[in-house]
């Protein structure tokens, strides 16, 4: 059968006609509908006695998001985010799977459901947990993978969406000894460029267990770490008073395998005239992009095929010049 919350997400509120009316007037009954607890994750029956019918495949088996995000359902797609959980019960949400699968339907219902996580404690937890798990029946690293490679399916469709994403994701790490060894407040910045670096093996070697689920997350460890240097860069003895000295703040982006070389390659090709550009002025999209060119290396590989370049543009000059003059002797005057 269906449930009250199925029906809606089938038809929406189709005898409604003004738009307007008609949005107010689903967020209400949705909202009334959990208040009387409903279930997101119920899924309509089989309807065996229908099993011919493929005019009900789109409704079987299927949870109240999945019908909606439907082609055949009547459900305003902007409003997809109203029957997430993420939205209604945070508590036991997937909220990166839920933003990648309402992206993939509208983007600006992902965008919607993503301004609720932001506000959201539990959301915000959850998503930690869900992107850093570490789950008993698979390995850690294809956990990872498949975290980035959700990650990513947002970034394609709604990338303003994603950059949110990476926001919720961005703490203050973990520190083990705060008296003997705190995070930095001042830094010397070379024209106030962030200091970035990209550590995949820096966690806690006894993870967490947050809601009966094992997570992972970077540790500012004691005693330190070689690669803490870079980040504790010697102070002169009025920092205050020197231009090159920065009050600082050191953050950690909980997403593994966050430099993919796939992210720079999505975000090259965004439109330079649209409001997704607004995501470069994001903490985390400019650390990425400066710790790719610096940690990755990335200025060398520009190096190397700048000279590549200027090499073929030198070979072309000389053999145009060669055969202009081979044609102008051979030319009859």
């Not at 690293?141 to 994701?169: G, R, Y």
């Not at 870079?230 to 950690?252: G, N």
């Not at 200027?310 to 030319?331: K, M, P, Q, R, Y």
């Amino acid at each position: 059968g269906m449930t009250a919350l199925h029906i809606l997400a089938q038809g929406g509120l189709p005898h409604e006609f003004d738009r307007q009316l008609r949005d107010v007037g689903l967020q209400e009954v949705t909202f009334k509908m959990m208040e009387a607890s409903a279930d997101l994750t119920a899924k309509a029956g089989d309807f065996e006695d229908r099993l011919h019918d493929t005019s009900v495949d789109f409704l079987r088996c299927r949870t109240p998001l999945e019908i909606a995000a439907s082609k055949r359902s009547s459900y305003p797609k902007h409003l997809l985010h109203l029957l997430a959980q993420s939205f209604q019960t945070p508590d036991t949400s997937r909220p990166l799977s839920e933003v990648a699968f309402i992206a993939a339907t509208n983007p600006a219902a992902a965008e919607h459901l993503m301004e609720k996580v932001k506000g959201n404690r539990a959301a915000r937890r959850r998503l930690l947990l869900e992107v850093n798990a570490k789950l008993p029946y698979t390995s850690q690293l294809m956990e990872h993978q498949d975290a980035i490679e959700t990650f990513l399916d947002v970034l394609k469709v709604s990338p303003v969406a994603a950059a949110d994403v990476l926001e919720v994701l961005t703490v203050k790490p973990q520190v083990q000894e705060l008296a003997k060894h705190p995070l930095p407040r001042h830094a010397v910045l070379e024209n106030r460029t962030m200091i970035c670096t990209f550590r995949p093996d820096v966690y806690d070697k006894q993870p967490e267990v947050i809601d009966q689920t094992e997570w992972i997350r970077p540790v500012w460890s004691y005693p330190a770490a070689d690669w803490h240097a870079a980040f504790k860069t010697d102070l002169p003895l009025d920092p205050l008073a020197q231009e090159r000295v920065y009050s600082v703040e050191t953050c950690v982006v909980h997403m593994p395998e966050i430099l993919d070389m796939r992210v720079p390659h999505i975000l090259g090709k965004l439109w330079t005239n649209s409001r997704y550009t607004e995501i470069f002025s994001r903490l985390p999209i400019q650390a990425i992009i400066e710790c790719l060119w610096t940690c990755r290396r990335l200025y060398r590989l520009h190096r190397m095929s700048m000279l590549i370049e200027l090499t073929l543009l030198f070979v072309l000059i000389f053999v145009g010049a060669f055969h202009v003059d081979v044609l102008a002797e051979s030319w009859p005057y």
